[in-house]
């Protein structure tokens, strides 16, 4: 088996072969790519750069497992049934280790709607309390709306909830892996949750950090707060090794700058149009040239500014 390693990921992670730019990776998989091994036991299978299609089936987000010598963790249940489905194939052929336990990154269709598939194998669900309360809440929205992409690729799939929730930190030692899954604080979405491997360096970030494109900036999402998260408590885990929750596994370096850079970029030229008594109307066409070469630039940019704007208007 041909593994790539991490710095070979790393490599491909420059804006010229943005996967946006690829129609599917791996087309004999509803899978958009195949899992590969990170750094050792650490596999993860990466998702388009793009917004949820048919053609990748709403394999958008990465979609991790560890093997710890007694059993498999996976990270995010996958946007659908068949989605999970495939991606259990695919650690079937690698290991013989069972799956024990899936963790949701937050409580997004990406993360939650393959549970079903998951509950149904008899595998536990862990999830943020906050997650598993916006899935409750939005599920039904958020089914259909993976129905309307996904067309045949959505069969099998219904609503399942978290089989049990954290608040703030969750220990699992399981085989050889001390693992902690973490809250670290509000960010990109409620709930938002990371795996932290702290004896390899290892943090697989979820929605926290972005790399190759650009983070969608929701209603409810609070750009200062995520800074804040970002400075106080993720930084300081000073992680080796990254898998963002969305793009190539990358180091600290390179999600701060696609993630908290661009974060910072926006409020600031948002900031100086609200200084200049700018409208909401005008707050749109702010200056976010630089960061063109994130991929989903043109879908995202322009809403994203609108929702600082929104956010900071009476900060």
Request: proline share 5%; aromatic share 10%; charged share 20%.
């Amino acid at each position: 088996m041909i593994r790539t390693t991490l710095l070979a990921a790393t490599l491909l992670a420059t804006p010229a072969l943005a996967f946006e730019e690829i129609a599917d990776m791996y087309p004999q998989s509803v899978l958009y790519s195949k899992p590969y091994e990170v750094i050792p036991n650490v596999w993860s299978a990466i998702g388009a750069t793009a917004p949820p299609t048919y053609e990748n089936a709403g394999h958008n987000n990465n979609l991790s497992f560890l093997i710890t010598g007694d059993g498999v963790i996976v990270i995010n249940g996958g946007a659908n049934y068949k989605l999970a489905e495939a991606l259990h194939g695919e650690i079937r052929a690698i290991t013989d280790q069972p799956v024990k336990l899936v963790i949701n990154e937050n409580g997004q269709g990406h993360a939650m709607l393959g549970n079903s598939y998951w509950a149904e194998q008899g595998v536990e669900i862990l999830a943020h309390e906050d997650a598993a309360h916006e899935f409750e809440e939005y599920g039904p929205q958020i089914l259909e709306g993976m129905k309307r992409y996904a067309r045949e690729n959505w069969e099998g799939t219904t609503l399942v909830q978290p089989s049990r929730t954290f608040t703030d930190k969750e220990v699992i030692e399981m085989g050889d892996m001390h693992v902690e899954v973490l809250h670290s604080g509000p960010a990109h979405g409620p709930g938002d949750t990371q795996v932290w491997l702290p004896e390899l360096g290892m943090v697989i970030a979820g929605d926290i950090a972005f790399n190759n494109r650009m983070t969608p900036i929701f209603v409810e999402t609070c750009t200062s707060c995520w800074i804040e998260t970002w400075e106080t408590a993720f930084a300081p885990l000073n992680a080796t090794y990254v898998i963002p929750g969305h793009g190539n596994p990358t180091n600290m370096a390179q999600v701060e700058k696609d993630t908290i850079g661009y974060l910072k970029h926006l409020r600031s030229v948002v900031g100086e149009h609200l200084d200049n008594g700018g409208t909401l109307d005008d707050a749109y066409y702010v200056d976010q040239e630089r960061y063109r070469y994130l991929d989903t630039f043109d879908e995202l940019a322009t809403k994203n500014a609108g929702q600082v704007y929104a956010e900071m208007e009476f900060e």
